[in-house]
């Protein structure tokens, strides 16, 4: 934390850190959040702390449900499928009725605010594939920094991906809206071109390697971790980065998610989608949760937004696998080889592959080849 802070915020930074149970961490973080001085300096520093603190919140709601036997399902929902995504939206969105029409899944629908009260999950059918959508209570005004909003954004922060529904009356006010919360809980929906890592080490100071710019002085990135509390550090920079960059590296708390912007009620609103892309500059899909307009090609923008691909293995002289292995994008043979088996992975030779990653089906390739999606691979072993 900054050095300049007054006697009595050290002194309550020191009573939090020392607390051993939730209730007492709570009682002292709130005391050093309203000792800190509310400068521009702080904010960043303040809007942290603030999210610690419901996520702490969330973490003694959690405690007393278990403790008088459940109390219901929480937020908490197991992962199935091929990637689990989260449905955000402002009340009336119409997330519950999209996930109805593309789902199994049973959820009330009304017009009355706030009717979903907790996560309810179902298995939309892609292709050979599944994935799995979760629909939530609405997104409000200030849910990140309270116990019950912290729970709903911890459900996005696990997720492999959002979906983001907004209504076509005022898609770009929702969507701002919902972007606010998002921040505040440490989620970002764009991802980044820099990245900075810090590792702490026992000696040698402060040493930065850097592929690509640093806007900002080497001697300010020292003060900055100084403050922090670290005095000797291996730290590698990717891309154009500024002291802010080394902030988010210090705290360790934004984290990127895929995401995909649908705009519902595309049959009373035809020109929502045009209208978002000149307020927001962003894309968007037009759908409409109660005619089904836009919903044939929901699956495949959520597949293409994950950034995945689905890989078939299959044994020398055997049939294809019916499942297929789902991986990111750029993944090569040997990769699939450690996922399958240790034993493939460290007596690789070579394998085959059918597919659209090589120049004709069987071809021979090595461990480093990239593969495509819907790619048969065939390992064979020394």
Known sequence: MPANLPPQAKAAERRYIEARTLPEKIKYLQEFISSI????????MRGYLRRRLAQ???ELEEQKRRKVGGGGSGFAIKKEGAAQIVMLGMTGSGKSSLLMRVTNAKTEVSDHEFTTKEPVPGMMKFEDIQFQLVDTPAVY?????????AQLLSLAR?????????????????????MKELME???????????????????????????????CRIEDVKRLLRENG??????????DVGLSDFEDALEQTRVYKPSMI???????????????????G??????????????????????????????????????????????????????????????????????????????????RVGGEHELADKDIVEIRVK
Request: net charge positive; proline share 3%; hydrophobic share 40%.
């Open 56 to 58: 702490l919140k969330a």
């Open 141 to 149: 005004e200030g849910m990140a920094s309270g116990a019950w909003g």
């Open 262 to 280: 649908v705009i519902n009620k595309a049959d009373i609103y035809p020109n929502a989608v045009e209208e978002f892309r000149r307020a927001t």
């Open 282 to 363: 962003r894309e968007a899909l037009g759908i409409s949760a109660l005619t089904g307009e836009g919903m044939a090609s929901l699956g495949e923008a959520i597949f293409r937004m994950l950034g995945i691909m689905r890989i078939y293995t299959k044994e020398p002289n055997g049939e294809r696998a019916e499942k297929p292995i789902i991986v990111p994008i750029g993944t090569n043979v040997l990769d699939i080889a450690k996922i399958v088996h240790s034993h493939l992975y460290k007596n690789f030779k070579y394998a085959r592959v059918w597919g659209r990653s090589v120049n004709y089906d069987g071809e």
């Open 37 to 44: 001085p509310e400068h521009k300096g702080n904010e960043k």
């Open 158 to 178: 696990n997720a492999d991906g959002l979906l983001i529904v907004l209504d076509g009356g005022d898609a770009p006010g929702q969507f701002m809206k919902i």
């Open 185 to 215: 809980a440490g989620i970002t929906i764009d991802r980044r071109t820099n990245r900075v890592e810090i590792e702490v080490t026992n000696g040698g100071g402060i040493q930065i390697m850097c592929t690509g710019r640093m806007e």
């Open 230 to 239: 670290v005095r000797n550090a291996s730290i590698r920079v990717w891309g």
